[in-house]
């Protein structure tokens, strides 16, 4: 056939039995839509019902404390703001008495509601965490206790729309412009910021009037690319004291720069709880962590996603990818060189970008490329502060992954072997291409632009997965930290500026101003932003099914040699100078050289 032209009623308030969320009987339907457990909406519904409980139990003698709802409740309350819960303080939370909560705990973790991680060694000691099912359900119960209350609350009061618990307060009120710091700041010279050379960052530049008037102080920003902004950071390092007073991390890089001594703990700082942490997508919040201090602020929540032309498949009568051999197929089929149009782009430029693109093929198969512990929706990526990694590239999963490379490159543009971040995503803004892996912050070269076929016509999924995988979408992009050489007189106040530069007001002004990127809940669920494009929605959607994830590049000390190193060996293999299972047994080889490395 011819090829389409590539142009342009739940009436009871309570937790369910674990028995019923292990058969299925509380609602959970198949592909149902995101409910409204995010950020402060989700905590206010837990103060909400957690208060409510108390209320019935003190008014009513005879009530009892519901150990499965206590203990549901600490659990999500705890997962929202990223805090660990152990054994002990769960069965603190749930308000009966010890050997009750014990038999209720084991219960929810046989019932797939709990998920335990170890936190030693040996295993012994262990941390508790909402399962994504128990999230799932939590989200659901949230959303009828919404209903009820517009229903019958606010039907009594005559006020229906008046009562606002969570998603509907978030989705009917908008995130206020920036206002101005109640003191200007006091840094000698300004604000001095390094960013990285990208839209959203940009678009801060753009707006940078604006913000000197939001901190009272002027801003200078230098932007590099990606390569040059990671010499750069080193580079700054070593002078006796910071040439900036923010500097933008790309989240693989954490470990490497806390091992090296350049970020400060920013909770030497700052009240982290400035921040509202549970506002950030986790994975995202998460990344930027090592050993459990936090080093930066998410400014960017950008995970690489799969775009694909949702007028073009309608047109052909196909359906979006869901695996990676569908993608070969749909590949195959919009693929037309004779006429200029390919299937698919994708980072193949040798280096940094392909090594990226290797790693999160592997992590499309399930497999990390190093030695994770699985946990749920994925695998353990925030304890690496240890000296037992080991590289995992020389195995079947990783095979897999690179013969899926071999095969995309059969449907890529003749210039894919130099493709790398950006290269990527302008033949299929400019309509040369069908589909596309690409970062949410890239978007802007079609969103913005009315005459690109791509324009209100892309769709956004996860990766699709390979045999063995499931959807995910590795999460990028930078955040906001302090250099630790910078002079102490300067610390407070670029604090200050930090908090300013990554509130949910300023992020959401990014997006008002062309960025698609929206690292906080509250920002992605404002009705202004979610006017403006269905990424926010899409990516929101995937944070929830838990499909965000940063483990498919972890941020471990050496990765930038360990992405490198893949980068090189993996261009070999698609030029055909090495079979696939050669270039993997020499980046098995380098890595583990590599790994031995301790940065200095």
């Known amino acids: 056939m011819p090829h389409p032209k590539l142009t342009h009623g739940y009436t009871d308030m309570h937790m369910p039995n674990p028995k019923d969320i292990q058969t299925g009987q509380f609602g959970m339907q198949p592909n149902a839509r995101p409910n409204t457990l995010r950020g402060d909406s989700a905590t206010a519904i837990i103060d909400f019902m957690d208060a409510f409980a108390s209320e019935?139990?003190?008014?009513?003698?005879?009530?009892?404390?519901?150990?499965?709802?206590?203990?549901?409740?600490?659990?999500?309350?705890?997962?929202?703001?990223?805090?660990?819960?152990?054994?002990?303080?769960?069965?603190?939370?749930?308000?009966?008495?010890?050997?009750?909560?014990?038999?209720?705990?084991?219960?929810?973790?046989?019932?797939?509601?709990?998920?335990?991680?170890?936190?030693?060694?040996?295993?012994?000691?262990?941390?508790?965490?909402?399962?994504?099912?128990?999230?799932?359900?939590?989200?659901?119960?949230?959303?009828?206790?919404?209903?009820?209350?517009?229903?019958?609350?606010?039907?009594?009061?005559?006020?229906?729309?008046?009562?606002?618990?969570?998603?509907?307060?978030?989705?009917?009120?908008?995130?206020?412009?920036?206002?101005?710091?109640?003191e200007p700041l006091a840094l000698s010279g300004g604000v001095r910021v390094l960013v990285h050379g990208d839209p959203t960052f940009m678009v801060m530049e753009t707006l940078k009037r604006q913000f000197e008037q939001m901190i009272g102080t002027s801003i200078s920003q230098r932007a590099f690319s990606i390569d040059r902004?990671?010499?750069?950071?080193?580079?700054?390092?070593?002078?006796?004291?910071?040439?900036?007073?923010?500097?933008?991390?790309?989240?693989?890089?954490?470990?490497?720069?806390?091992?090296?001594?350049?970020?400060?703990?920013?909770?030497?700082?700052?009240?982290?709880?400035?921040?509202?942490?549970?506002?950030?997508?986790?994975?995202?919040?998460?990344?930027?962590?090592?050993?459990?201090?936090?080093?930066?602020?998410?400014?960017?929540?950008?995970?690489?996603l799969f775009f694909y032309r949702k007028d073009l498949f309608a047109q052909a009568g196909l359906e979006p990818p869901a695996t990676t051999d569908d993608v070969l197929k749909v590949a195959e089929h919009f693929h037309d060189p004779v006429h200029g149009r390919y299937g698919i782009a994708w980072n193949a430029a040798r280096g940094t970008a392909l090594g990226h693109t290797f790693m999160t093929a592997c992590a499309d198969f399930g497999h990390p490329v190093l030695n994770l512990a699985p946990i749920a929706g994925g695998f353990d990526a925030d304890h690496l502060d240890r000296d037992d990694l080991l590289a995992q590239f020389d195995s079947p999963a990783a095979e897999a992954a690179a013969e899926y490379l071999l095969q995309l490159l059969k449907f890529s543009p003749p210039d894919i072997l130099s493709m790398s971040w950006y290269e990527r995503v302008r033949p299929y803004a400019s309509g040369r291409v069908a589909m596309a892996y690409g970062y949410t912050l890239l978007a802007p070269y079609f969103e913005l632009d009315a005459d690109s076929p791509a324009h209100d016509t892309t769709g956004y999924l996860p990766h699709p997965a390979g045999p063995g995988g499931a959807p995910v979408a590795p999460v990028g992009g930078y955040v906001l930290g302090i250099p630790a050489n910078l002079p102490p007189e300067r610390r407070a106040d670029a604090a200050e500026a930090l908090i300013a530069f990554t509130s949910p007001a300023a992020q959401k002004l990014y997006v008002l101003n062309g960025s698609r990127t929206a690292p906080r809940y509250s920002v992605g669920a404002d009705p202004e932003v979610q006017r403006i494009s269905t990424i926010f929605s899409a990516v929101d959607a995937m944070s929830w099914r838990d499909?965000?994830?940063?483990?498919?590049?972890?941020?471990?000390?050496?990765?930038?040699?360990?992405?490198?190193?893949?980068?090189?060996?993996?261009?070999?293999m698609l030029r055909g100078v090495t079979t696939p299972r050669g270039a993997l047994q020499a980046v098995q080889q380098r890595a583990e050289a590599a790994l031995r490395t301790r940065p200095s």
Not at 64 to 77: I, Q
Not at 127 to 139: I, M, R
Not at 249 to 276: N, Q, T
Not at 547 to 572: A, K, M, S, T, Y
Request: charged share 20%; with cysteine; net charge negative.
């Open 229 to 304: 902004l990671h010499e750069e950071v080193l580079r700054n390092a070593t002078h006796s004291a910071s040439r900036y007073d923010i500097i933008a991390i790309d989240l693989p890089w954490i470990g490497e720069f806390v091992s090296k001594g350049v970020l400060l703990p920013l909770d030497e700082v700052m009240d982290i709880e400035r921040l509202d942490p549970s506002d950030f997508h986790t994975a995202g919040w998460r990344a930027a962590h090592w050993a459990g201090r936090p080093y930066g602020v998410p400014s960017q929540t950008t995970p690489e």
């Open 547 to 572: 499909e965000l994830q940063f483990w498919p590049r972890p941020p471990v000390p050496q990765i930038c040699n360990l992405i490198e190193i893949c980068g090189q060996e993996i261009h070999d």
């Open 56 to 182: 019935v139990e003190e008014t009513l003698p005879l009530s009892a404390p519901n150990p499965y709802f206590t203990m549901a409740s600490h659990l999500v309350r705890k997962h929202l703001e990223g805090k660990i819960v152990t054994p002990s303080s769960l069965v603190a939370a749930s308000g009966v008495p010890y050997a009750t909560a014990m038999r209720k705990l084991a219960e929810m973790t046989e019932a797939g509601m709990i998920e335990q991680r170890p936190r030693t060694k040996s295993g012994k000691t262990v941390s508790l965490h909402a399962s994504a099912q128990l999230l799932e359900s939590w989200g659901q119960l949230s959303d009828r206790v919404l209903r009820l209350a517009s229903a019958h609350l606010g039907a009594a009061n005559g006020a229906e729309r008046d009562y606002y618990f969570g998603g509907s307060y978030l989705a009917g009120h908008s995130i206020k412009p920036p206002a101005v710091l109640p």
